[in-house]
Structure formats: structure tokens, C-alpha cells
């Protein structure tokens, strides 16, 4: 049984620290992969309404959200 041991000052920041870690490496991860593309994905995906790159993007934020969270819980 959990109780409220998440409740502890400790584990409390400790689970906001390692989110804001992975919302940080994530951006960083999606920058690098935007900067590697031969085009401005925003404007592509946003502007030309490019659907098929649109679902790559959508599963490369999924596989690094996947990563970095198997990452943090390590």
C-alpha cells in the first residue's frame, strides 16, 4: 500500500525535479532533430498541413518521451 509516502517533501520535488528534466531534454532532443531536417518542420506541419509528416513527428515525440522516461526511471 502507497499511503501518502508521495507526499513526503522529498519524493514530492523529487518527482517534480526528474519531470522538469525530462520536459528539458525532450525540448532539447526535438530541437536537434528539427535543426537535422531539411526543412522547417513547424511551417510544414502547421503552414502546408502535411499530415504523413505530421504522424512522423507525432511518433519521434513519443520514442524520445518513451526514452528519456525509461531513462528516469532507471
Keep these: ?3 501518502i509516502e508521495w507526499l513526503r517533501p522529498s ?3 523529487g518527482s517534480i525535479l ?3 528534466i525530462g520536459v528539458l531534454i525532450f525540448w532539447i532532443c526535438f530541437i536537434v ?3 537535422l531536417t531539411p526543412y522547417d518542420l513547424w511551417h510544414q506541419i502547421i ?3 502535411n499530415l504523413a509528416l505530421a504522424i512522423v513527428v507525432a511518433a519521434m515525440c513519443i520514442a524520445i518521451g ?3 522516461a525509461a531513462a ?3
Design 1 to 3: 500500500m502507497m499511503g
Design 11 to 13: 519524493v514530492f520535488f
Design 18 to 20: 526528474y519531470a522538469l
Design 33 to 35: 532533430i528539427d535543426k
Design 47 to 49: 503552414g502546408e498541413k
Design 66 to 68: 518513451l526514452i528519456v
Design 72 to 74: 528516469i526511471h532507471a
